[in-house]
């Protein structure tokens, strides 16, 4: 019986000393996150707000899209990337705006030019052709690439559009 006992509590003190050292590594885990994103954060570089305003429409197979990108602050940017994502697959050959490059099946990036504090980019104007003619569209705008800066607001430059097979232009 003593022998069972004294068991019981050698298991007890070596699962009392397991949590203690779990509990010790994971403060000195989290605390050592907390220091290097507080430094992450400060090595970010600069901070702008950039997002996206524009127009969307599908006709016959064929997808328009004009955009205007533009830049809140508090610093400007030389150059960013949009992201052009589509639930349809596009055409083998295309016809890109300058600065324009296809990035997969249904994917087109575009430079969004210079922005300064709180202006705007250049404007961006696509016509991509569709692999067939689908009666409708989901078309997401996003920023791929944001010039080596921090956007704490991603609501102005997330956007997510459907475009139905009518030629009707519709806003983001």
Known sequence: ???????????VAVRRGAVRSVVV?????????AQGAGAAVAAAGPEADVGYHGRVALGRGLLRVW????????SAL???????????????????????????????????????????????GLALALK?????????????WNGGATDRNLTN???VVLALDTGDAYAF
């Open 1 to 11: 019986m003593a022998s069972l006992r004294a068991r019981r509590e050698e298991v």
């Open 25 to 33: 590594a994971g403060s000195l885990v989290l605390g050592g996150l």
């Open 132 to 144: 067939e003619a689908p009666t409708e569209v989901v078309v997401r705008i996003d920023t791929w």
């Open 157 to 159: 430059n997330e956007h």
């Open 67 to 74: 955009m205007v990108p533009e830049n809140e602050g508090p």
């Open 78 to 124: 030389a150059n960013a990337t949009v992201r052009v994502r589509l639930s349809a697959d596009l055409a083998d050959r295309q016809e890109l705006a300058g600065g324009c490059a296809r990035a997969g099946l249904r994917e087109v990036v575009c430079e969004t030019g210079a922005m300064p504090l709180h202006g705007r980019g250049r404007h961006i």
